[in-house]
Each structure stands twice: as C-alpha cells, then as structure tokens.
C-alpha cells in the first residue's frame, strides 16, 4: 500500500483538504477540472524559479479566486505589482475567457509567501530539477537539498531519481531515506511530489503547533546526512525524540567473502 497509494489522497479528509473547493455537475465538472489542471501546470512551468509549493483554487458563480503559494513571492508580484495583473491578464486569455465566460475582474488572484520553503517537496523539487538541468551531479544536488531540509526541521525524507543519472548509457533507478517515513500514519503529514520525493514533518497538527510555538534547535552541522533521496530528520526541541536512522540505499552490501576474518 506505501509504494501504491498516493499519500495525499489517502489523507484526504482525515488531515488534508482538497485544492479545489467548488461545486459543479455534468459538463461544467468537467471543464473546471481541466481548467484547474491546465492553470496548475502553468503556473509551476512559466514560474519554475519562484518556487511554487501549491495553488488553491475556489470558484462561486461566474467568480474564481486563485491562491499561489510561493518561497519567492517577490519574482511573481514584480515591481508595484505589475507581474500580478500580467499574470491575470494570460491567465484570463489562455484558460477562463472561453468557454467558461469569466470576466477579468471577476479574477482575484493571491500571492502568499511559504514561510518554511525548505519544508515543502514541491519547491524542493523544483530547486533539483533546476539544478540538474544544469549539469550538476545529482548525489551532490541530493546531499544539499537533505541538508536544507533537515535544518528546516522536517523528520523524515525519502528521494527517488530515476533515468541516464550523470550520463550513463543505461539508465537505472536510486533512492535514499534518513529519518522516518511512515506512509501507513494517517496522521503523519506528508508533502509529496508524484514518487520523487516524500517529506515526514510532523505526525498531528498539535505538533505543528508545538513546532512554531517553541524555539527551534540548531542540528548539529556534523550530523547533518548526505544522501539522494530526501529523508529528513527532527533538530526541534519540541517532539519527541527522533533516533536517526542509518544512510539507506537501494544498493545490496556485499556478501563476505570466503577467509575474511
């Protein structure tokens, strides 16, 4: 069930809420699912550097409010608000003038900052992509992005990366883990991007709460893992005590062999 069931519809309704908040039936269904979709791919591919963690859309009548929620709010809302109103404008002509008939002022698109980017897959996700798309190697791009989450305080990741990885003529798959990763808890919370990357921050929302109430600790830097696949772990001085897991990969150790001592 872990590697068959995507962890975010599995909490659908026990710790999670849909990112679509609307009532339609027949067709219109129809064409307000595409529509959400075809907004949702856009956004994240025309602003791959701002770091978009999610987009939530609600719709009432023949009125639509956007929520974009970013790392870098700053690359999308432009100089006095300028990127906003282009951003409107293309989405208007692309997806909402027609067939669906919504006027540009019935629009009302948000911008909002992610307070903890480093805590979301998605931004990290695309973060990787950025960086491999630039030649960097992958362990190297996967030891930095484990190292921004566990000082983030995040108390487990899972990373898998699959294809030709730094070249090679066949291509193979990799994954890495520290901390823990508890698919089967609904109560754990799980930011997840397609089976790339799995993020373990905290099991209920009373622990949330404790997270940003309290002071966090500073992990100790030489602690601190390096591995391809995102699996981060606890440095708060809050939750219960998370005892670190040893470096895990795909890879099998090799057997003894035969005379060693």
Not at 116 to 139: G, T
Not at 144 to 149: E, F
Request: net charge positive; glycine share 8%; proline share 5%.
């Amino acid at each position: 069930m872990g590697k068959k069931v995507s962890p975010k519809a599995l909490r659908l309704g026990v710790i999670k809420s849909w990112p679509s908040i609307w009532f339609r039936e027949g067709d219109k269904y129809i064409q307000s699912v595409r529509q959400d979709i075809n907004i949702r791919k856009f956004l994240i591919k025309e602003h791959k550097e701002a770091g978009i963690d999610k987009v939530e859309i609600a719709r009432s009548a023949n009125k639509i409010n956007i929520d974009v929620h970013t790392g870098k709010p700053g690359l999308i809302i432009g100089r006095g608000g300028n990127g906003i109103e282009e951003l409107k404008k293309k989405l208007h002509v692309k997806f909402l003038s027609n067939p669906a008939g919504i006027r540009l002022s019935d629009i009302n698109l948000n911008i909002k900052e992610v307070s903890q980017p480093n805590l979301s897959a998605q931004i990290l996700v695309q973060s990787m992509i950025l960086d491999i798309e630039k030649r960097m190697p992958f362990r190297k791009v996967i030891k930095q992005t484990i190292g921004k989450a566990e000082r983030a305080g995040a108390l487990g990741v899972k990373v898998v990366i699959g294809g030709r990885l730094n070249g090679a003529e066949i291509a193979r798959t990799e994954w890495y883990r520290e901390g823990r990763v508890p698919l089967h808890t609904l109560r754990a919370e799980f930011p997840q991007v397609g089976v790339c990357l799995q993020a373990y921050l905290y099991r209920t929302k009373a622990d949330l709460a404790s997270m940003i109430d309290h002071t966090l600790m500073k992990p100790d830097a030489s602690r601190l893992s390096s591995r391809a696949a995102l699996s981060w772990n606890a440095a708060t001085s809050v939750l219960i005590p998370i005892r670190r897991n040893s470096r895990t990969t795909g890879k099998k150790s090799p057997s003894p062999r035969r005379g060693d001592a």
